[in-house]
């Protein structure tokens, strides 16, 4: 593996061999439309932190939302928030304020109250493990259409699921 490494490298020096490898590594791959673009459009840089937050989301002048993060539309953001890098903060998710989220966290389906920590690497909201097995033997996906509430002052810690089976709080 270590000899295929600089040839990469080598292969990359160039235009025409970057070109090559990309048309390589995107086979199968559709091509960008125009309603990628349109979307793309309606996300927008934030001036504390450098993340990106679409149009429709609401922040705080004083949150800091970290480059590498994301904030969906519909999104409330609180007061003196921290999102971390790489945290996805799903379409209407709220936040309150002095919240602090970790890196690589997702939101989704989900409140969150104020003064809250919740640490790296959770997922909160997702859709969870929910099979059972009918009357037929069949085995089958439950349904998750719900919400997760979580309180104020909650600390979450890393790599925590809380999935919507019902409302949780």
Not at 141 to 158: F, M, S, T
Request: net charge neutral; proline share 4%.
């Amino acid at each position: 593996m270590a000899a295929i490494l600089p040839r990469t490298a080598l292969l990359l020096r160039t235009p025409r061999g970057a070109g090559r490898l990309a048309r390589f590594l995107g086979a199968g791959v559709p091509a960008a439309s125009s309603s990628d673009a349109e979307t793309a459009a309606e996300f927008m840089p934030w001036r504390n932190g450098g993340g990106v937050l679409h149009r429709a989301a609401s922040v705080d002048p004083s949150a800091v939302v970290e480059a590498g993060a994301v904030v969906h539309s519909g999104a409330v953001i609180g007061k003196e928030v921290v999102v971390g890098s790489g945290t996805v903060v799903g379409p209407s998710v709220s936040v309150g304020q002095s919240t602090r989220i970790g890196y690589n966290v997702v939101l989704s389906n989900c409140s969150v109250g104020e003064f809250c920590t919740i640490h790296n690497g959770a997922c909160i909201g997702q859709d969870g493990f929910g099979f059972f097995v009918d009357q037929d033997g069949q085995v089958k996906k439950k349904p998750q259409e719900l919400y997760a509430r979580i309180g104020d002052n909650v600390e979450i810690g890393a790599n925590t699921c809380i999935d919507r089976v019902g409302e949780t709080q």
